[in-house]
């Protein structure tokens, strides 16, 4: 959980596997671009600097948060990627959308990671309001998109260590 004091985009890059050998596989919900545009951002960053070559990051881009399960599985089964980092940001409404589209997407997530060999990384904003979003996607809790990608990182080299 983020607090005041907890950014969410430090990391020890000394501590951390070279990202120069892994493919990573992005998939970016359109919905609340403001917000998941910079949740990618933090992303693509961090994996550059840990030493991922650009070429071997690719990104897929969907129209909303619900199509980021597709989204992942297709770009496992065509892109021979060594993890998926999914990137969402569903705010909370008046009505119990909010509620369907995060369970769905979280339990998604979770049977892509059960089924495939390939982790999966969930990185989806389930805020309040769009301020908590706004602060979690690179403004005073850092950004949670560079915590996914240190995450991927981490899982990539897990993956390719227990092969």
Known sequence: ??????????YDK?????????R?????????????????QGAEAALLDCGAL???IIKWDVPGSFELIYGAQRMIVTQEVDVVITIGCVI???TMHFE????GVT????????QTDVPVIFCLLTDNNEQQSIERSGGKHGNKG???AISALKMADLRKRTA
Request: hydrophobic content about 35%.
């Open 92 to 94: 909370k409404g008046e």
């Open 24 to 40: 990573f596989g992005i998939v970016v919900s359109e919905w609340n671009d403001h917000i998941t545009n910079g949740l990618y």
């Open 107 to 114: 339990q998604g997530i979770k049977d892509l990671n059960v």
């Open 14 to 22: 000394s501590r951390l596997p070279n990202a120069k050998d892994f």
């Open 100 to 103: 369907f589209v995060c369970e």
């Open 146 to 148: 560079t915590e996914a």
């Open 54 to 56: 650009p070429e071997n």
């Open 1 to 10: 959980m983020a607090t005041a004091n907890k950014n969410l985009s430090d």
